[in-house]
């Protein structure tokens, strides 16, 4: 199994030593401010500010954790921003790999902050599923699909995972209990632009200096 560290380390220091702190080929902000094509990042909740370039929603969600100790919060969801920004905190059984399914969004970017336990995230390139088990809901704003993720991320205890509209993860994958809460970031457009305008083999991976 991969681990994020080493999979990013060369866009890491890139990403962490460039003068105008942008991630290599990133396109500009859609309506929302929201990057658009896919960039799957990994990083320590220390860094998540840094990451504002890309999702400027994080702000609201620095804006949370500082107030509020997640640490101690029950599970439920939590209002941030309306219906702009938004937090399910939640607390479950872990699945084995081979019953993880590749999700995706399409109004929404997902961040995946781990508080307790050991999880793994599958990923895959957006656009690289061809078989839909589950159409999209609007409601949910989700759809399934079949296949094996293309790489797999470990989240340790405060490590947290972004994944912008249109890219397929398959979560709570642990042999264990996983208590962690997913922040949602609505980004307008994400989906349409992402699938339209990503080169397959070039995805950005960033994650957390050593």
Sequence with gaps: MFRAPFLASVAAFWYHNNAAGAIPSASQPDDFGCREEGTMVVDRIENLAEYEGILPGLR???????????????PGRYSIKDETVYAVLAE????????????????YADVHLLLE????????????????????????????????????VRLRPRWFAIF???EPHAPLVSDGVVRKIVFKVKCAGGFRRLRAGHRAGSPRRTAARR
Excluded at 60 to 74: I, M, N, Q, S
Excluded at 125 to 138: E, F, H, I, K, N
């Design 60 to 74: 609201e969600v620095y804006h949370f954790l500082r107030a509020r100790k997640p640490g101690r919060l029950a």
């Design 92 to 107: 479950a059984g872990g699945r084995p790999a081979a019953r993880a399914r590749l999700e995706a969004h399409r109004k």
């Design 117 to 152: 336990g050991s999880e793994d995230i599958g990923w895959s390139l957006p656009g690289s599923c061809a078989t839909v088990l589950r159409r999209y809901d609007p409601k949910a704003d989700m759809e399934e699909f079949s296949g094996r993720p293309g790489m797999w």
């Design 164 to 166: 912008m509209p249109g």
